[in-house]
């Protein structure tokens, strides 16, 4: 078994900052690209920023300048740093990671519970 768990979300102002961090833990031999995903109310769910094992990294147009995705492959976790948020950043964050288990060496994609962002103007 594989988790993701979420945490750092909340109500910020715009302008405003936060820090999402994702902890993958379990029955993990390793861990390919990890990202963060999110979706508004009745939008689609949307890629907002993935980071490859190496620290390779990819962002969304709409968050490029605004917002950093780091990894610390020592403790299997995943950060984004969001700076100059702005309500359009408001939704439900959600961290994924491509995981290789140490059972069965079965690669698949997992996801966390998501957290709330909610970004007031």
């Known amino acids: 078994q594989v988790q993701l768990v979420e945490s750092g979300g909340g109500l910020v102002q715009a302008g405003g900052s936060l820090r999402l961090s994702c902890a993958a833990s379990g029955s993990i031999f390793s861990i390919n690209d990890m990202g963060w995903y999110r979706q508004a109310p009745g939008k689609e769910r949307e890629t907002v920023a993935i980071?490859?094992?190496?620290?390779?990294?990819k962002l969304v147009d709409s968050v490029k300048g605004r917002f950093t995705i780091s990894r610390d492959n020592t403790k299997n976790t995943i950060y984004l740093q969001m700076n100059d948020l702005k309500p359009e950043d408001t939704a439900v964050y959600y961290c994924?990671?491509?995981?290789?288990?140490?059972?069965?060496?079965?690669?698949?994609?997992?996801w966390g519970p998501g957290t709330q962002v909610t970004v007031s103007s």
């Open positions: 994924n990671a491509e995981v290789l288990d140490s059972i069965l060496y079965n690669g698949r994609d997992y």
């Open positions: 980071i490859a094992p190496g620290g390779e990294t």
